[in-house]
């Protein structure tokens, strides 16, 4: 007598925004159904350096699962990410190779500084750590913690989602954006 | 026989005589120094020697004595016999205003990269090296961390809390 299977018949399915049915249409808002796609369909890109990328594998293995918010294919090309995930010390002999790995990633792109020693250097307040990576790259949600728990790096990754799925379609191209930029000496 | 203290201090001070002072056995492990220029000699008279074979080097490092005018920086050998599993430690003392010593490279390989680590921290002038450039720390460092004088916190910061950490 084999075991009965059992199928998962409760699939989460994502609201669709406001829109208008009709016979085989359906009108909505380009930005909104942009959004909806991306934010739940991050690939992340771990730049895992200490600490902080030990507590990412335990949110990425099949506990914590951060698959089930769509960051499904770790890529470790800046050219087909998302996301990049900065775990860990960055110390300023690494700054300028992080700030090279930004600047191969295509728009839109986002940054998740994870940690204290990404965030503000953290414990090392010392000649050889960068005192935070918003000291070289732009920085989109900042994750606390020394390391933080698998929960919490979930949480900032959730705040990502919201991010991209609010934002504008045209933010990209704008002067506002190009400004920050040129703040960080990007072109 | 066993390769004891006794007998390896006997050997060294039969080959270099007054040369090496401050004859110390912390923990067991017999240290010397010895004088900068005859760094190499001795070095080579323990690799070579057919009862002593202190073919090893365990670490190469540098300490700072602001304390000791003239003779400011140490640099400091440890060395292990594999065969017999007895180490030694012996160290040599350079002048900060010119901290030139010899380097090891052409007997030991592994010299090389510790001796880099030696001068971007301490600034110790290797003469020999291969390629003496700054290993760990940003290249276009100007001051060496590791001396006593310079300090540990990042000076750049703007938003310490002179009261927490106590100044």
Request: charged fraction near 20%.
């Given at each position: ?6 199928f998962?018949?409760k ?19 380009l ?8 934010k739940?369909?991050?690939w992340p890109l771990?730049f ?5 990328g ?6 990425a ?8 918010f ?17 775990m ?11 700030k ?13 500084s994870v ?15 960068l005192?935070g ?13 020394c390391?933080p728990?698998?929960?919490a ?17 045209r ?7 190009k ?9 | 026989?066993?390769l004891t ?17 401050d ?8 240290t010397?120094?010895?004088?900068k ?12 020697d057919?009862e ?30 594999l065969v ?11 002048d900060?205003?010119k ?6 490279t ?14 971007d ?19 276009e ?15 750049t910061?703007?938003?310490k ?7």
């Open positions: 007598m084999s075991r009965p299977v059992q998962n018949n699939v989460k399915m994502v609201e669709a925004p406001a829109n208008f049915m009709g016979d085989g249409f359906m009108a909505t808002s930005e909104k159904v942009v959004g909806l796609a991306r739940n369909s991050i771990p895992a350096t200490s600490c902080c030990i507590e990412f594998m335990a949110t293995a099949s506990h914590y699962d951060i698959a089930r769509g960051a499904e294919r770790m890529s470790f090309s800046p050219r087909q990410c998302d996301l990049l995930m900065v860990g010390t960055i110390s300023k002999k690494m700054g300028p190779v992080l090279q790995v930004y600047l191969q990633m295509a728009e839109p792109r986002w940054v998740l940690g204290a020693c990404a965030c503000s250097g953290g414990i090392f307040d010392s000649y050889s750590v005192q990576i918003d000291q070289i790259i732009p920085v989109d949600v900042y994750v606390p913690g390391p728990r698998p929960e790096i979930l949480d900032g990754f959730m705040k990502i989602q919201e991010l991209v799925g609010n934002e504008s379609l933010r990209r191209t704008g002067d506002k954006y400004d920050m930029l040129a703040e960080y000496g990007i072109q | 026989m066993a203290n006794e007998l390896i201090k006997t050997r060294l001070v039969e080959k270099f005589g007054d040369q090496l002072t004859w110390v056995e912390p923990y067991g492990m017999l010397f120094t010895a004088p220029d005859q760094n190499l000699k001795v070095l080579q008279f323990l690799f070579d057919a002593l074979r202190f073919q090893f080097l365990t670490d190469l490092q540098a300490v700072h004595y602001p304390a000791r005018k003239g003779e400011e920086l140490a640099v400091v050998y440890h060395l292990h016999n017999d599993n007895v180490r030694i430690r012996f160290k040599v003392f350079a900060v205003t901290p030139d010593v010899f380097s090891a052409a007997l030991y390989q592994s010299a090389n990269w510790m001796e880099r680590e030696t001068y921290f301490f600034g110790v002038n290797f003469l020999g090296h291969p390629n003496l450039i700054r290993v760990l720390n940003v290249d460092m100007d001051y060496f961390p590791m001396r006593k004088e310079f300090p540990m916190e990042e000076q910061r703007v938003d809390d002179d009261a927490m950490f106590g100044r």
